[in-house]
């Protein structure tokens, strides 16, 4: 069901219910951090590989330091610079906090979003909120409540209806655990800046797959078949000999009644789309322009693998 008043999604979180709430990325689904059985009903939920971990979500630093510690000076410097936002850094977990939420990995990952119904809802509940992307396990992410409820409706309590959200795909992922931070998973929050506020490299996405479990996984596919072109000509080309319904997806103009502009914000919205209309396959004309997008790129890549 849709739910607007946010005092009766935090009483039914308390209550260990499942409510997906949105944030500036793509909507999550909550549940309170110290409830293991409400977590363990989200992996059930979304049908979650049991070693994949979560993002605990919090609304202050204080909240970070209770569910962290060792705490490198690093972390500040992101905070001050890019909290509240779509950043989730991976940290030491202490060891009350219920091992489930990092699938038993001795480390936490937490991000302060800047959605203000995510933030008051996290204060309304009184502790982080353990949030995946609201979808089921492999499908695209959730942009809007609809799209919750496609996946989820009599599954779970409530989602919190914010309508669309503004970045439209996940929060970058960088892991502090080692003298060289690690970029687990790109996002709205480049390379590039991260580097700037730390002062150093970070290390390359050789390691993303063996640390970050949920990078592994195929993800955010819809039914419909997707393929990639890197020129306009065979893109054409392909059209012309597969006359069957399709989907279009580039970055720039195209004249063509199923042709539909590719940003972050609208993507996940796209797939499910192609799906609901019956598209026999979802075409991407991937040029130059879109392949500067790395965390779209990065998220097309996976829906291919
Ligand atoms: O923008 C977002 O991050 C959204 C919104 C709801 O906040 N959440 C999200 O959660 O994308 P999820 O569960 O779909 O993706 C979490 C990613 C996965 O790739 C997971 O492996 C990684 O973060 N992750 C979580 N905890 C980790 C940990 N302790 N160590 C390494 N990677 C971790
Ligand atoms: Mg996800």
């Not at 991937?286 to 790129?297: G, I, N, V």
Request: with cysteine; hydrophobic share 40%; charged share 20%.
């Amino acid at each position: 069901m849709y739910l607007y008043d946010l005092e009766h999604a935090a009483e039914l979180l308390k209550k260990g219910h499942l409510v997906a709430f949105p944030t500036e990325t793509v909507y999550g689904l909550g549940a309170a951090i110290f409830n293991s059985d409400a977590i363990a009903s989200i992996f059930t939920a979304k049908g979650r590989p049991s070693d994949n971990p979560l993002i605990a979500h919090v609304s202050s630093l204080e909240q970070v330091e209770e569910i962290a510690e060792e705490i490198p000076e690093r972390f500040y410097l992101l905070a001050k610079a890019f909290f509240p936002g779509p950043l989730t850094v991976v940290l030491k977990r202490k060891s009350h906090v219920p091992a489930i939420v990092s699938a038993g990995l001795p480390t936490i990952a937490v991000r302060m979003p800047s959605h203000p119904i995510a933030r008051a809802l996290i204060e309304l509940v009184g502790q982080p909120l353990v949030a995946p992307s609201a979808n089921l396990s492999g499908k695209p992410s959730a942009t809007q409540a609809e799209h919750v409820l496609e996946d989820f409706e009599g599954k779970i309590a409530a989602v919190i209806d914010g309508g669309k959200t503004d970045f439209g795909i996940e929060s970058t992922v960088i892991s502090l655990l080692d003298d060289v931070p690690v970029l687990l998973r790109p996002g709205a929050i480049t390379r590039e800046q991260i580097e700037e506020v730390l002062q150093c490299s970070l290390s390359t996405e050789a390691g993303e797959r063996v640390m970050s479990p949920g990078m592994k996984y195929r993800h955010y596919a819809p039914r419909t078949p997707i393929k990639t072109f890197s020129t306009l000509s065979a893109l054409e080309d392909y059209l012309t000999s597969h006359p069957s319904k399709k989907m279009i997806l580039s970055a720039g103009p195209f004249e063509h009644p199923d042709h539909f502009l590719l940003t972050a914000k609208d993507f996940y919205a796209l797939l499910r789309l192609a799906d609901q209309k019956n598209y026999s396959e979802i075409l991407v004309l991937c040029d130059d322009e879109l392949q500067k997008q790395t965390a779209l790129m990065n998220r097309l890549s996976k829906a291919l693998m």
